[in-house]
């Protein structure tokens, strides 16, 4: 019983995460603000969605880790992602 | 229909705001569309799993993740650079 409202609450959690990220990326103005928006997707969903995942398998095989690791995965590229647009979006504010 | 399937319901309406993103803008703002896009389509693969209880579905998030988000990475590197 506990478990069920833990990962409805864990799943409910990443949704709205995910929902608000969206919709900031959508309205904000310039692409440097967008890329904030970027932070809570890739790092924080992820987390609450793989763990989710993983308590709602209740194994200890391949499922449950696989959902933590695609999630470890994302972690480590997506802020890589940022930084590099970033980078890219200054340097062709640059090059104009 | 069980919450996961709400879930990915949920997120897959996401991708509309992305969806908006990529085909409006500048290519930087293109770029961020694509990769809030693939960061949710991976989530939404992995509800959609839990909801269907099919394991075999696991690894087309994982390979999403693995491919996608790295070759947007590379074009970012290369725009950047070359173009």
Known sequence: MLRDVLIDGLLFAGVVVVALSCLGMLVMRTTLQRLHYLGP???LAPVLIGVAV???RNTYGGAGYKAVFIAILVMIFA????????????ARKDAR | MNVWLLASVALLLCLVPCA????RGSIADRLVGLESGTIVAILALLTIEEGLQRQSFFDLPL????????STLLFATFYRRWL
């Not at chain 1, 802020?79 to 979006?89: D, K, N």
């Not at chain 2, 908006?20 to 085909?23: N, T, Y």
């Not at chain 2, 390979?63 to 790295?70: D, E, H, R």
């Open chain 1, 41 to 43: 997707l890739a790092m």
């Open chain 1, 54 to 56: 993983a308590c709602a």
């Open chain 1, 79 to 90: 802020p890589v992602l940022t930084h590099q647009t970033a980078r890219m979006t200054e």
């Open chain 2, 20 to 23: 908006i993103r990529v085909v």
């Open chain 2, 63 to 70: 390979s999403m993740a693995v491919l996608t988000i790295p």
